[in-house]
């Protein structure tokens, strides 16, 4: 069975920093880009982040650019979020999100909430 496990999301002042983690089973997860992808509050999906499978080329989102940082950990099927500098605007859910050709695999996300 496939899954996608967040977790590390919670309450944090603007400012702080909090780091995600998303553990993976149930497939090669060396064998998957990933990213993260949230939602805002009565808003659509947004993409953050996403790094490639051997975790050699990484990109983000111009919200997020300077701020976040996306990281794996293939030995440990782990995929990992460091967020600093975070804005009352981060507040949202955070998915993981695997991918490969033909194959879409989403975790059931982590609530992030920034907020003074």
């Known amino acids: 069975e496939v899954q996608l496990v967040e977790s590390g999301g919670g309450l944090v002042q603007p400012g702080g920093s909090l780091r995600l983690s998303c553990a993976a089973s149930?497939?090669?997860?060396?064998?998957?880009?990933m990213s993260w992808v949230r939602q805002a509050p009565g808003k659509g999906l947004e993409w953050v982040s996403a790094?490639?499978?051997?975790?050699?080329?990484?990109n983000s989102g111009d919200s997020v650019k300077g701020r976040f940082s996306i990281s794996r950990d293939n030995a440990k099927n782990m995929l990992y979020l460091q967020m600093n500098s975070l804005k009352p605007e981060d507040t949202a859910v955070y998915y993981c999100?695997?991918?490969?050709?033909?194959?879409?695999?989403w975790g059931q996300g982590t609530q992030v909430t920034v907020s003074s």
């Open positions: 149930g497939f090669t997860f060396s064998s998957y880009a």
């Open positions: 790094i490639t499978t051997d975790g050699g080329d990484t």
């Open positions: 999100n695997a991918h490969n050709i033909g194959r879409d695999y």
